[in-house]
């Protein structure tokens, strides 16, 4: 983390009330995070603004943490969540040879980025609908020679990649569309909806990727997606229903649950 001069033990103290008073349960880790961050007092002080009016704390500092890695994210991109992090450990599990990887619906390309570091020298793609998302994957990705493509799902994907994905991480949308009002405001007023909407049950695009993975899977490869506990089953038969065999793998700690397809 970059360093920054000594703030004064009352700045320290002020940012924390400050962040307190808007709400902010971490504001002493916060508070730290934003002080670090920031290259002079007056850029603190304007991160703290911005983040007492309810910008999310990672597009305040301009990056999430992300299994060990800093993942830029920039406004208007679906901030990476902890819990997906699990999504990442079990396609480490099952696939720790693939030499293919796919982020589809990838966001800031926190999954890919997260792949690629833990599988060594891969061939990484990704891909998202939304630009902006686009736009901050490529820098996200770069270090691992990652590619990304703009599109609508598989659509974006180079044709050369069907048959060939080791492991195919989608983190799709799977909020219902009539819960979205009753998302934390950071997520509803600061995130895209085309990254949280998921449609009537939440499992529109969910249902599409299972039903188009097994073309782009190698044999013996994986399709990982993140869901909620009560979707779970619906999705689990969505991919046995495409000839996937699914799994269902499920982290307490972390209140994540993820289905996974494996090709025959």
Known sequence: MPSVSPV???????????????????AEDEAELI???????AEAAAMVERRVVGLP????????EFRGLRITVDPGVFVPRRRTEFL????????????????????????????????????????????????????????????????DLFEALPGHLRGRVGILAANVPYVPSDE???????????????ALDGGADGLDVLRRVAAE???????????????????APSAFDAFE?????????????????VVIGVAP
């Open 180 to 194: 979205i009002g009753l998302l934390p405001p950071e997520a509803r007023a600061h995130e895209p909806l085309v």
């Open 8 to 26: 004064p033990p009352s700045s320290r103290d002020s940012v924390v009330l400050a962040l307190r008073a808007a709400g902010c349960v971490f």
């Open 241 to 257: 229903h495409s000839g996937l065999t699914a799994h269902l793998a499920v982290s307490e700690e972390l209140y994540a649950h």
């Open 213 to 231: 993975a097994p073309r782009w899977l190698a044999p013996g490869g994986c399709v990982l997606v993140e869901t909620s506990r009560h979707q």
């Open 57 to 64: 704390l990672e597009l305040v500092v301009g990056w999430a």
């Open 88 to 151: 990442v450990e079990q396609a480490l599990a099952r696939a720790p040879g693939a030499g293919v990887v796919v982020d589809l619906c990838c966001g800031s390309g926190a999954v890919g980025a997260a792949l690629a570091a833990g599988l060594g020298p891969v061939e990484l793609h990704a891909a998202d609908i939304d630009p902006a998302a686009v736009a901050c994957a490529r820098g996200n990705v770069a270090a691992a020679g990652g590619h990304v493509h703009q599109g």
């Open 35 to 41: 002080l670090t961050t920031a290259r002079t007092p």
